[in-house]
């Protein structure tokens, strides 16, 4: 967000939308700025005073440092701040166009939540969760008029992150989905739509950047700063141990055991022990310091000393089992292929798409490395979608 322009803004106010956010923590903050930087109307019903404040504070943070970085005027700020409303009550929330819900992440008082709003909004006013590994469904269940409800799942933070995912629950009506899509387009967001399984897109894909680096760590073949340079090698931002360090153990091992027994244990998204001790050590990454790496004010960052062949062996299998899930998630129509791609690029910033780059690493190379690995493993973590063997025996590719 390096350059302000008043026209845009005005143009989207023009598409006014009353967006009522219930949970102004983290996520709720960013969604928060989000709506109003859109050209909403915000209304902030939060439980905790305290976080409020903290909002309020946090918010006015981000607008000085745009005034100070870019063209955005402190009348423009002003301007966006105002558009800002906090409720004491929740049923300030009655005339708004769609509410979004970004409270802890627990399904009963998401429920109560909803089953509240549901009697205090119109009939037409869209109802938003942001869970990110919930069943949109199961939540849904308790709606009045359940066609209306349906999943947006921001990316932290939520301001800044292009992707949004929209998720139907089987209860949601095509002119939600349609709907949502347009108002996550006027906020200048990317959506994409995501089938309500665990993960969506996003969360399940990316399990073996984490899963599978923290394997070859186990088994001794690399340090963790060798794996590390070993993926940011092949153009990958971060390496899979920088990256759990900074997204913090507490919230990565958490989605991993969630999509783990959501998909009834299955082994390819099996979490590990190495990272169940960290968190049980309180070694959660940068937040406290120490994680696989230490962070405290004296420490650097260990060397890597591996050899490039062994780092092409480690990037090509962490490479190739992210390629699997997502050939995957498209076999079972999580999302389309243009939405996988968008997703990982966008969501996750891969450096590409992870169907082009099977595409260029050839599907029967990507088929004869999976076989490979479930032949030395024998664990079914490490079985061929059938969607790569297809157009592997056809000679085909993704795009
Ligand atoms: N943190 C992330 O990276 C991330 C990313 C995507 C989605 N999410 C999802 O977003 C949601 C919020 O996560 P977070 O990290 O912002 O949590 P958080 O703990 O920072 O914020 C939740 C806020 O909701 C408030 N709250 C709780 N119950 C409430 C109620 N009934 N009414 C009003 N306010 C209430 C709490 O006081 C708290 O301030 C969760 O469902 C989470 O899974 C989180």
Redesign the pocket.
């Known amino acids: 967000m390096n350059a302000w322009n008043p026209l845009i803004i005005l143009n989207v106010i023009k598409e006014m939308k009353k967006t009522g956010l219930?949970?102004?923590?983290?996520?709720?903050q960013g969604i928060i700025l989000t709506a109003a930087i859109g050209g909403c109307d915000v209304f902030v019903?939060?439980?905790?005073d305290g976080?409020i404040e903290k909002a309020k504070k946090n918010i006015q943070k981000f607008f000085d440092k745009e005034i100070a970085k870019t063209n955005l005027t402190p009348e423009q700020a002003s301007g966006l701040n105002t558009k800002i409303h906090y409720v004491k009550n929740?049923n300030e929330l009655f005339s708004c166009d769609i509410v979004i819900?970004?409270?802890?992440?627990n399904l009963e008082?998401?429920q109560?939540?909803f089953k509240q709003l549901s009697s205090i909004v119109s009939d037409s006013c869209i109802l938003a969760?942001?869970?990110?590994?919930?069943s949109v469904t199961s939540i849904a269940s308790v709606v009045n008029l359940p066609e209306r409800f349906i999943g947006i799942?921001?990316?932290?933070p939520?301001h800044i992150m292009k992707l949004v995912e929209v998720i139907p629950a089987i209860q949601t009506s095509e002119s939600t989905v349609e709907k949502t899509k347009e108002y996550i387009t006027y906020c200048r967001k990317l959506p994409v739509l995501a089938k309500d399984t665990p993960g969506f897109i996003v969360n399940r894909i990316a399990r073996p950047y984490y899963g599978e680096a923290i394997k070859i760590y186990e088994e001794g073949i690399a340090k963790v700063e060798d794996i590390d340079f070993a993926m940011t090698e092949i153009g990958f931002k971060m390496g899979p141990f920088a990256l759990m360090d900074f997204i913090g153990h507490d919230?990565n091992f958490n989605v991993t055991e969630i999509v783990y027994n959501s998909f009834y244990q299955d082994p390819r998204y099996r979490p590990s022990f190495t990272q169940k001790r960290l968190l049980e050590a309180g070694y959660l990454g940068v937040k406290s310091e120490r994680g696989f790496y230490s962070y405290s004010t004296n420490s650097q960052k260990p060397t890597p000393t591996i050899s490039s062949d062994i780092a092409k062996k480690i990037s090509n299998r962490i490479l190739v089992m992210l390629i699997n899930e997502a050939a995957d998630a498209l076999y079972l129509n999580v999302a389309s292929r243009d939405d996988i791609e968008t997703s990982m690029t966008k969501g996750v910033n891969y450096p590409k798409g992870l169907l082009r780059w099977a595409d260029e690493i050839g599907i029967l190379t990507c088929v004869q490395q999976l076989d490979q690995l479930y032949n030395e493993y024998h664990d079914m973590r490490y079985r061929c979608s059938p969607l790569l063997r297809k157009l592997a025996s056809t000679n085909q590719k993704f795009f």
């Not at 019903?45 to 905790?48: A, D, K, P, T």
């Not at 799942?153 to 932290?156: M, V, W």
Request: charged letters at 15%.
């Open positions: 219930v949970g102004a923590g983290t996520m709720g019903f939060e439980s905790n976080v929740i819900e970004a409270i802890v992440e008082a998401k109560e939540l969760t942001n869970t990110s590994s919930l799942h921001f990316f932290n939520a919230i």
